[in-house]
């Protein structure tokens, strides 16, 4: 190994001392450019969590307060997307498997009373 000057030295730690002051500089710079922005995974759960609360909100307007402005078609479309949405498809359908199979009731929904509705 060939030895260095301590010229050479001097000149290299110089050179270090300059690229690491641009990124520390560059670094700041990036840090305020995003400070007031969103970060994309964060405008991802705001949409995560407006169409959650659309869901509840519309299931709790058509079951306890009668809404009859929404139909049965209507919150079930609202609540699959809910659904399909955060789990996904693949996710949805291994819970939908994995529930009761006597507990699933196909075709109309049921009333509270156990009849369906028409």
């Known amino acids: 190994m060939a030895e260095i000057t301590k010229e050479q030295f001097v000149n290299a730690a110089g050179q270090f001392y300059r ?33 959650l609360l659309r869901a509840v909100q519309t299931t709790y307007r058509k079951h306890h307060l009668s809404d009859e402005s929404i139909g049965w078609d209507e919150l079930s479309d609202i609540l699959l997307d809910a659904l399909c949405e955060s789990m996904g498809d693949v996710g949805y359908q291994k819970w939908l498997e994995a529930l ?18 028409t």
């Open 19 to 51: 690229i690491m002051t641009n990124l520390e500089a560059a670094n700041k710079k990036l840090k305020e450019e995003i400070a007031g922005k969103p970060l994309e995974a964060d405008v991802e759960l705001k949409k995560e969590r407006d169409r």
């Open 100 to 117: 009761n199979p006597t507990k699933i009731t196909k075709g109309e929904p049921k009333n509270g009373d156990g009849t369906t509705t």
